[in-house]
């Protein structure tokens, strides 16, 4: 997974989820890396990506190869936590649970506008797009019908994650 970003190998940082500027280190802790694509994943595209092969699974490790800074909020990751839960049930495995660790250690972390009025037709999935607008994010990846619906909303992309993967190979 992505290193993480100490202040002694990257300059200022505040901390490891609030970096002043949009680099992080490479693996050997020498010099930043800019990173230009910020990108929200629906739970949909985590949990896939967790548990089978495929295109979702494609996006965690171009994230893990520091590909796309990976954008994240409270809700979110309450939400990729729940639904991992319920996925795993009483039946504990570490690895699903670390992986969201590591997502909650190396990704940017913001607090979500809010919006006034319900955008996608499931209300639920407006927690994706106000992280993206509050991180002026380039792209939500969702296979959610709900998200795709509402495309180029306040700019954002919102993508199939084939086509995300399409779009990281440019």
Request: hydrophobic residues 40%; neutral net charge.
């Amino acid at each position: 997974m992505p290193k993480a970003v100490e202040p002694s190998s990257c300059g200022s940082q505040k901390t490891r989820n609030q970096e002043s500027r949009r680099e992080i280190c490479n693996r050997q802790g020498q010099a930043p890396r800019e990173v230009t694509i910020k990108a929200i994943l629906d739970t949909n595209v985590v949990i896939s990506g967790i548990f089978w092969k495929g295109p979702p699974f494609r996006i965690l490790e171009a994230w893990q190869e520091q590909r796309f800074r990976l954008v994240i909020s409270v809700p979110i990751l309450e939400e990729y936590r729940r639904v991992l839960a319920e996925m795993v049930g009483e039946h504990f495995s570490p690895v699903p649970h670390s992986i969201l660790g590591l997502i909650e250690l190396h990704s940017e972390m913001v607090e979500p506008v809010s919006f006034a009025k319900a955008v996608c037709s499931d209300p639920d999935d407006d927690k994706f797009l106000e992280a993206a607008v509050a991180a002026n994010a380039d792209y939500v990846v969702s296979g959610d019908a709900a998200l795709l619906r509402v495309r180029g909303h306040r700019g954002i992309g919102i993508v199939k994650p084939a086509e995300f993967l399409k779009l990281l190979s440019r």
